[in-house]
């Protein structure tokens, strides 16, 4: 049986990495003319077929979108499907999802298979890989062929195409702001690393509140998590480093850039003897089912997951159906306001 | 520019449903004679090209598994991808996921939109609607040209494929035992309407453990929630059924299909001035993040999601790979064992 080859399969062939393969094939100049000679000549040989979008596009319409997300197993995630779902629907277009699993090489693969003729444009977020290698050759080269983008959450300022992102910044000075105003004098952040943007803007929020309030920020009140503690699984040794945290500072308000984070610092301050929101009041980015449900209650900076979703819909879709008025160069960004929301968890 | 006609745009153009569209392009006696004329007519008139995934399995392999599942924004769900997910990227496979959101209509469209080149096979859970119309021709024909399916979690014994489910009965039934065996006498059950087949068969596995107690099932102790109330927007709703249902019965035991029913139920009880486990004892299906982290954590059946999603992977990559052996007679049904964990919800 004949089987199509794969830019995976030619990457092991000859030893390169998918992204090498990639730009070889569209004779980029960052890579060797030999490699590039090596690369071609060898997708020639199997019959590799190029992704031929631009070809694709003026044939036909899919009426799809491509969603492409980091992970599956994440609620905000999941809410953001659901509202491109339900704008993509009541205007007659299906959707299908790919995942990258936060892999540059994963977010490569799919976006190839997908673009070749399954879809008209995507809607995406980008992997943490991705983020870290800053390589958005895969992006520059969908759109250049004339198939459309529009990045959520995850945005980067290299990429020009429409884009809808929380207001990070200012939602976590809010939060702050709102533990200050509450008589808390001593808040510490439990946030992630800084290469994901949401991480380093959050925290920048937070050291913006404390020094309206002439603060000075104190590094031990920092906590970055390692990445693969935001996991079910691994809710030990973050309860661990949150022991030690609470151990080593008189903390009497806790901003945390996740429910789970949130969640796991309530059960730990308990465990202390410490009773929230009497000795230790929390705030918590959130748009889980955890808040409304954890005893007690999460005071929450909701992201409107589904509403970033109904408005990436529309964004490509508009885009889409206006393609001959060539607004090509007249990119939008939406901002979405996040909305504190007061439950139990502070006085 | 010339767009590609859709079997929904046939059915809104002639007025019938997507159903009888597919139906009447494959020919099926089903139809009158009369409809399948002008159905085939029209299809031709606008150049439809019906699914040819025979041909198209003869060419090519995509190297990609499709996931149909019927709604995103649910734990369990993610859970089975990310086990699709380990199992296919180790063996070569990417996925792709399209969402039947409960509807019929979406399930055969997105089916179509798949089988038509995109992938070598379906991984797949039905929606309620096809459930209710016990309409299955699109599964049916799917594997009849040759594109293997495996059902998981809601499947049924009309289609032959190769399914994976979770012993609902025994794990209802386990879990109503423990219940019994920690003396509650009053046990009632929150459940779904009995066209699930996960809701009837946990629903008769709390009837049969009652049963090896003497006990006689009291039908004011099955409470059988609406579908609607299975989400986190009609929680007050649920709240005052379950009020209802402490209010008019003396309960000392609760066994919930899943664990959004559960923490509800708790905190309606400890309003009612009930302590969680002194007075009523829980325990619930689940396989998400409430359990572990509600106060009292939660006693739970656990679903294994992901390793539904594993073994689900191995038995369509095994059946994609071992293709000319001909054993399309054998299909197998891999039924995973549940686990009950005890946690702080029983005594």
Redesign the interface.
């Known amino acids: 049986?004949?089987?199509?080859i794969?830019l995976?399969q030619i990457a092991r062939e000859l030893d390169v990495s998918i992204s090498t393969v990639s730009k070889a094939l569209k004779n980029s100049h960052e890579i060797s003319q030999d490699t590039r000679d090596k690369v071609q000549a060898f997708a020639k040989l199997y019959n590799y077929r190029p992704n031929n979008i631009a070809l694709s596009l003026?044939?036909?319409?899919?009426?799809?979108i491509g969603i492409m997300i980091p992970e599956?197993?994440?609620?905000f995630f999941?809410?953001v499907?659901?509202g491109i779902?339900l704008v993509a629907?009541k205007r007659?277009y299906?959707?299908?999802?790919?995942?990258s699993?936060e892999s540059f090489d994963?977010e490569v693969?799919?976006m190839e298979?997908?673009a070749n003729g399954?879809i008209d444009g995507f809607i995406l977020s980008i992997s943490k890989e991705t983020l870290l290698q800053q390589d958005y050759h895969h992006f520059n080269e969908t759109i250049n062929q004339g198939m459309p983008i529009v990045m959520f959450d995850r945005v980067v300022d290299e990429i020009q195409c429409d884009k809808v992102i929380v207001d990070d910044l200012n939602g976590a000075k809010k939060a702050v702001l709102k533990l200050l105003n509450k008589g808390c004098k001593h808040i510490a952040i439990i946030t992630t690393n800084d290469y994901l943007s949401i991480g380093k803007l959050r925290t920048e929020g937070y050291i913006q509140a404390l020094e309206e309030f002439n603060i000075q920020s104190n590094p031990s009140l920092i906590l970055k998590i390692e990445d693969k503690l935001l996991s079910?699984e691994n809710?030990d040794e973050l309860e661990k480093q949150l022991i030690k945290l609470f151990s080593s500072n008189s903390i009497d308000g806790i901003f945390a850039v996740n429910e789970?984070y949130a969640?796991t610092a309530m059960?730990v301050a308990r465990s202390l003897g410490l009773s929230v929101p009497k000795d230790v009041q929390v705030i918590s980015f959130s748009d889980?089912?955890?808040s409304?449900?954890?005893?007690p209650s999460l005071t929450t900076v909701s992201q409107h997951g589904q509403e970033m979703g109904e408005k990436a819909a529309e964004l490509l879709i508009n885009r889409l159906e206006n393609e001959d008025e060539g607004d090509e160069e007249h990119y939008e960004t939406i901002v979405i306001e996040t909305e504190l929301i007061e439950r139990d968890s502070t006085k």
Request: hydrophobic content about 35%; proline content about 0%.
């Open positions: 049986m004949k089987r199509k794969t995976k003026k044939n036909r319409k899919t009426k799809t599956i197993v994440h609620h999941s809410k499907i659901k779902e629907n007659g299906n959707v299908i999802v790919g995942l699993n994963k693969i799919n298979m997908l399954s079910d809710v789970l969640v059960k889980g089912v955890l409304k449900h954890s005893t």
